[in-house]
Nanobody, 123 residues
Framework: QVQLVESGGGLVQAGASLRLSCAASERSLGPYTIGWFRQAPGKEREFVAVIRWIGGTTYYADSVKGRFSISRNNTKNTVYLQMNSLIPEDTAVYFC????????????????WGQGTQVTVSS
């Protein structure tokens, strides 16, 4: 059982930056892919970014490519989502999740989810 805890959300103005953190309880995240997803009010949960723990390969949704960056700290068992040039459309609850399916962007393939952290971007 992998437990994930997100932090770092908040209220910012358009153009600002935030860094989200996802701390995992699992001692070794080697087999896992960690993904960030977001859900805006009245919308489906959507893929944002993903990183394979081994190798560090990353993938991004087109809507965030060039603005967001996902990374990991092996020592701290933590995954980060650096969000720059935020726009109001980025407003959502952001979730991190863990999957044994390598590199998947399909949310149904993720077995473990955090509780989410709210990001609000004002115009």
């Amino acid at each position: 059982q992998v437990q994930l805890v997100e932090s770092g959300g908040g209220l910012v103005q358009a153009g600002a930056s935030l860094r989200l953190s996802c701390a995992a309880s699992e001692r070794s995240l080697g087999p896992y892919t960690i993904g960030w997803f977001r859900q805006a009010p009245g919308k489906e949960r959507e893929f944002v970014a993903v990183i394979r723990w081994i190798g560090g390969t990353t993938y991004y949704a087109d809507s965030v490519k060039g603005r967001f960056s996902i990374s990991r700290n092996n020592t701290k068992n933590t995954v980060y989502l650096q969000m720059n040039s935020l726009i109001p459309e980025d407003t959502a609850v952001y979730f991190c999740a863990a999957s044994l399916a390598s590199g998947t962007t399909w949310k149904e393939a993720y077995d473990y989810w955090g509780q989410g952290t709210q990001v609000t971007v004002s115009s």
